[in-house]
């Protein structure tokens, strides 16, 4: 019997589709701001943590002082991640962004910027967090993500 139900299971599991991502007609529409309300996986396979992300790039960790430089660098950093797990925008499911004195303007060029990394929707469920300072002086962003891969 648990043979079967383990048979049963994996069938089950390998016929649906991996991710689900959904934005429930009653709620408002997250989609102009870049994300999606709740993101699920229902297949087995392997989820990938990615730690934050800065906006510092190369081995140096070099930080522009420029908001949307450090945008473009964190983003590029979590591409960076992922093809390493031969993964794409498209696998992470949730996303946390964490802004160093977030205003409008900020949200606006993070919106732009999301965008030109998720060509494709649906967007990751995700939460921004306003924050007055991050763990290097000058850091204005950090980016962190789970993934999802497929066996």
């Not at 950093?77 to 992470?92: A, C, M, Q």
């Not at 967090?129 to 497929?150: C, H, Q, R, S, Y």
């Amino acid at each position: 019997m648990k043979q079967f139900l383990l048979t049963l299971f994996s069938f089950c599991a390998f016929t649906s589709k991996a991710q689900t991502f959904k934005n429930p007609d009653s709620l408002f529409d997250p989609t102009p701001y870049g994300f999606s309300h709740a993101s699920s996986v229902s297949t087995p396979g392997e989820l990938v943590y990615i730690s934050g992300q800065s906006g510092g790039s190369g081995k140096n960790h070099t930080l522009s002082n420029s908001f949307r430089e450090q945008t473009q660098v964190a983003l590029q950093n979590i591409v960076t991640v992922l093809d390493s797990y031969h993964l794409k925008p498209e696998n992470i499911m949730k996303i946390t962004i964490l802004i160093v004195d977030h205003s409008p303007e900020k949200l606006t060029i993070w919106n732009e910027e999301i965008r030109k990394i998720w060509q494709n929707k649906p967007f990751p469920a995700s939460t921004l967090i306003p924050v007055p300072k991050l763990a290097i002086n000058g850091m204005l962003i950090e980016v962190d993500a789970i993934a999802f891969k497929t066996k």
